[in-house]
C-alpha cells in the first residue's frame, strides 16, 4: 500500500458516489417505466423487447452525463467544491521524497508542423521564466517524425530555441529510430531513459499551451499530496478561426465548468486521465503503468491506443491517487477545423475506446475502473445504438398504423375504444430533452448570478444567442456524427484498423468536391429515409424531421462551417465569444507572437530559396551532429548505395518518405549526400526537399 495518508476521508468518496448511482439509477428507472407501460397492456412484442434494452442503455448514458452536470452546477452555484484537490489542507506527513524535485515538461510529436509546435513551447517556456521558476524545470521534444524534411525542420528549431533562450542543457530534443507503441512508447522509452532525473513528469500534446503559474501550481499540489500520482489540468479549446471550430470552443469553454465540476464531485481520488495537460509523479507512473501488448491483431489486439484511461487504472489500482482539478485554469489545447476533421479524429479515439472491451473484463481492475472502460466505450457505442433505436422505432410506427383497431370482441357489447399512451410517450421524450438541454440552461444560470463573468462572453444576451445558435448547430451536426460514429464501430468490429495518422490542424475552407465525397451518402440516407417514413409512417416523419435536416443538409452545413472568414465575422458580432478572446491570457499572446514570427521567418527563407535540408551546411552540420553511431550491416550499406544512385539518376520524387529517411539516418550516407549536393546537384539529391 501507498506509505501517504489519502488526500480525503472514505466515508466522502463513498456517500457522494453513492448519491450519484442513486440519482443515475432512479431517473433510468423512471423513464424506462413510463415507456414500459405504452406497450405492456397488449403485450410486450420481441421488437418492443428490444427497443426497451436499447432505451435503458441510451437513457442511463443521457442520465449519467445528466446528473454529472446537475451536480456540478449544485456545487458552482455555492461557490465551487471545497473537497477539490485545490482546496485541501496538504498531506504531507514529512517523509523525504528521494528524488530530486525537478520536473519535465514532456511533448511528444509526430508528423507535426514544427513552426506550431516551437511557436507553442517557446511561449510556455517564456511563461515560466516569467515566473522566476524555470530552474526547477526541464523541457524535452519527444519526436516520432518519420518525415524527413519535417525532421530536419524540427532539428534546427530546437537549436534555435536554445540559444534564444540560453537554455542548452535545459532544452532536449530526440527523434526515436523506431516509433513502437506510438505516443505510449515514446512516454515509456522517455521514463526509463531519463524518468530517474525528475520527479514529475507534465504531458503536453503537439497544440497544448499551458501558463508557467499553472505549472507550478500542479508541482505545488503534488508537492502539498504524496500520495497523489496525477492530477489532470481541464484544457480549454482557443486560437481557433473556422466556424466550426469557434462554436465547439465556445461550447467546451461555457458548458465545460458544470460538467468537470460534476465529474470532480463524484470521482474525487478515483479520476481519470485525458493523456495531455496532466501532471505525473514519474517513480509510480514508471513502476505501474507499463503497458502490455493484448494478443491477437488491431484492432481489438495489439498496441493499446487509449493508453491514458488504462494507465490511470492502473494507479488507481496501486493505490494512488488520481484528481481531476477543475480550479487549474490557464490550460489549452485546440481543436481541429472541420467537421470532417473532426470525425476523422474520433475514429482514432473510436478505436482506442472500443478496444477497452478486452480491459472491462481482464483481471486485476476494480469496479471503478470498469465502469470508466464502459463510460468511454459507451461514448461511441450509444450512436450505432440511437441509430438502431431510430430504425426499430420507425417500423414499430409503421406496424401500429398498418394494424386495424378491434373495437367489437368476446361478449362487450359496447365497443373498446383503444387506449392512447400519447401522454406516456410526449413525457418520456420531454424528460430525454430535458436532460439533454438542461445542463446549458445551468451553464447560463450561472452566468446570471456573475454578471461581472458575462462580459468575457460578450454579455448575457449574446451568451445566451450563442447557446441558442450552438444547440442548433449541435442538432444539425449530431445525426451526421451518429452515421460517421456508426461507421467507425461497424467497421473496427469488422476487424478493420484505422491506425493513428497525424492530426490536419490547418484552417482550410471545404470545397463543394470535398464536402459531397464525404457527405453525399449521408444526405442520400437522410432524403431516402424522409421519403420512406414520409410516404408510410407520415406521422413518424414530423418527429423524425430534426435527423433528417442534419443529414440533407449535411453538405451546405459542412462548407460554412469550415469557412474562416464566417467564424472571424462572427466574433466581430461577439458570438461565441470566449474568456480568452476578450482578454487574452498572456500565454496566448506569446503563442500568437511566437506563431507571426515563425511564419514569417518562414517565408522569408522560402522567397530567398533557402533550405533545411542535406544542401544547408548547418541543418546538415546539426543533423549529423545528432545522429547516433550505429554499426551498419554490409547488406543495409549496400542498399543505402543503391538508394543514392536512385536518388541522382531518378530524383528525389521517385523515393518513398521511408527511403529518404533512411539516407537521412546514417551518418556516411548523410555525408555524401551533402558533398553530391555541394557538387553542383542540390536540389536534385536532397532527400527532404
Request: hydrophobic share 45%.
Amino acid at each position: 500500500m501507498v506509505p501517504f495518508p489519502p488526500v480525503l476521508p472514505r466515508y466522502v468518496i463513498v456517500i457522494r458516489r453513492t448519491l450519484f448511482l442513486i440519482l443515475v439509477a432512479v431517473t433510468t428507472i423512471v423513464a424506462l417505466a413510463m415507456i414500459t407501460s405504452a406497450f405492456q397492456p397488449n403485450g410486450i412484442t420481441p421488437q418492443e423487447l428490444v427497443l426497451l434494452f436499447l432505451y435503458t442503455l441510451l437513457i442511463l448514458w443521457i442520465s449519467t452525463s445528466f446528473w454529472t452536470a446537475t451536480l456540478g452546477f449544485w456545487c458552482l452555484l455555492w461557490g465551487g467544491d471545497k473537497r477539490g484537490i485545490g482546496r485541501v489542507p496538504p498531506t504531507a506527513t514529512g517523509q523525504p521524497d528521494p528524488s530530486p524535485k525537478r520536473t519535465a515538461l514532456v511533448m511528444p510529436i509526430y508528423n507535426e508542423d514544427p513552426t506550431r509546435v516551437f511557436a507553442g513551447l517557446r511561449s510556455i517556456y517564456q511563461s515560466l521564466v516569467e515566473t522566476g521558476r524555470s530552474g526547477e524545470f526541464e523541457l524535452f521534444i519527444l519526436s516520432d517524425t518519420r518525415d524527413p524534411d519535417t525532421w530536419m525542420r524540427e532539428e534546427v528549431n530546437w537549436y534555435r530555441m536554445c540559444h534564444d533562450f540560453d537554455a542548452h542543457g535545459k532544452i532536449f530534443y530526440r527523434n526515436r529510430e523506431k516509433n513502437i507503441a506510438r505516443k505510449s512508447g515514446n512516454l515509456e522509452d522517455f521514463c526509463h531513459r531519463w524518468g530517474g532525473r525528475y520527479r514529475y513528469m507534465i504531458v503536453l500534446d503537439a497544440d497544448s499551451i499551458m501558463a508557467g503559474e499553472t505549472l507550478v501550481q500542479m508541482v505545488e499540489r503534488m508537492e502539498a499530496h504524496p500520495r497523489v500520482a496525477l492530477i489532470q489540468s481541464p484544457p480549454i479549446p482557443v486560437n481557433q478561426t473556422s466556424l466550426f471550430a469557434r462554436i465547439l470552443q465556445f461550447a467546451s469553454s461555457f458548458y465545460s465548468d458544470v460538467f468537470i465540476a460534476g465529474i470532480n464531485y463524484w470521482q474525487l481520488s478515483g479520476s481519470g486521465y485525458w493523456g495531455h495537460n496532466a501532471i505525473i509523479r514519474l517513480a509510480p507512473f514508471t513502476q505501474h503503468c507499463g503497458l502490455p501488448k493484448l494478443p491477437g491483431r488491431e484492432p481489438f489486439g495489439g498496441e493499446i491506443f487509449s493508453h491514458d484511461f488504462v494507465e490511470a487504472a492502473l494507479l488507481r489500482e496501486a493505490g494512488w491517487e488520481v484528481w481531476l482539478d477543475p480550479e487549474l485554469k490557464g490550460s489549452y489545447e485546440e481543436l481541429p477545423p472541420t467537421l470532417i476533421d473532426y470525425a476523422k479524429r474520433d475514429r482514432r479515439w473510436c478505436q482506442g475506446n472500443l478496444q477497452h472491451l478486452r480491459m472491462v473484463f481482464a483481471r486485476g481492475f476494480s469496479g471503478l475502473s470498469r465502469l470508466y472502460f464502459l463510460m468511454g466505450i459507451m461514448s461511441y457505442l450509444s450512436s450505432p445504438l440511437w441509430l438502431m433505436f431510430l430504425i426499430l422505432t420507425g417500423l414499430e410506427a409503421y406496424i401500429k398504423s398498418q394494424t386495424m383497431p378491434v373495437y367489437f370482441f368476446g361478449d362487450n357489447i359496447f365497443p373498446v375504444w383503444p387506449e392512447s399512451y400519447a401522454v406516456e410517450m410526449t413525457t418520456v421524450l420531454l424528460v430525454t430533452l430535458a436532460m439533454l438541454f438542461l445542463p446549458k440552461l445551468w451553464s447560463l444560470l450561472l452566468l446570471l448570478t456573475h454578471p461581472k463573468d458575462s462580459k468575457s462572453f460578450g454579455g448575457f444576451l449574446r451568451a445566451t444567442l450563442s447557446v441558442f445558435l450552438e444547440s442548433v448547430f449541435s442538432m444539425l451536426t449530431a445525426p451526421v456524427l451518429m452515421l460517421y460514429q456508426s461507421k467507425f464501430v461497424f467497421a473496427i468490429l469488422m476487424r478493420r484498423s484505422v491506425g493513428w495518422p497525424a492530426q490536419n490542424r490547418d484552417e482550410h475552407r471545404l470545397s463543394l468536391k470535398e464536402a459531397t465525397a464525404a457527405h453525399g451518402g449521408q444526405t442520400l440516407v437522410g432524403l431516402a429515409a424522409g421519403w420512406v417514413s414520409y410516404e408510410y409512417v407520415p406521422d413518424f416523419f414530423l418527429w423524425l424531421i430534426p435527423v433528417l435536416a442534419g443529414l440533407v443538409l449535411a453538405i451546405p452545413v459542412s462548407m460554412l462551417s469550415s469557412s474562416a472568414a464566417v467564424g472571424r465575422w462572427a466574433r466581430k458580432l461577439g458570438i461565441f465569444l470566449i474568456p480568452e478572446e476578450y482578454q487574452t491570457p498572456r500565454v496566448l499572446q506569446l503563442l500568437h507572437e511566437n506563431l507571426a514570427r515563425g511564419e514569417a521567418e518562414a517565408a522569408a527563407h522560402a522567397a530567398e530559396g533557402e533550405t533545411r535540408n542535406v544542401a544547408e551546411p548547418g541543418a546538415y552540420a546539426l543533423h549529423l551532429a545528432l545522429l547516433p553511431q550505429r554499426p551498419v550491416k554490409k547488406r543495409q550499406r549496400h542498399e543505402l548505395k543503391a538508394l543514392v544512385y536512385r536518388l541522382v539518376e531518378e530524383g528525389p520524387d521517385k523515393l518513398s518518405g521511408a527511403d529518404k529517411r533512411s539516407l537521412i539516418a546514417d551518418p556516411e550516407t548523410l555525408a555524401r549526400l551533402h558533398t553530391l549536393a555541394w557538387a553542383g546537384k542540390a536540389g536534385e539529391t536532397a532527400p527532404s526537399a
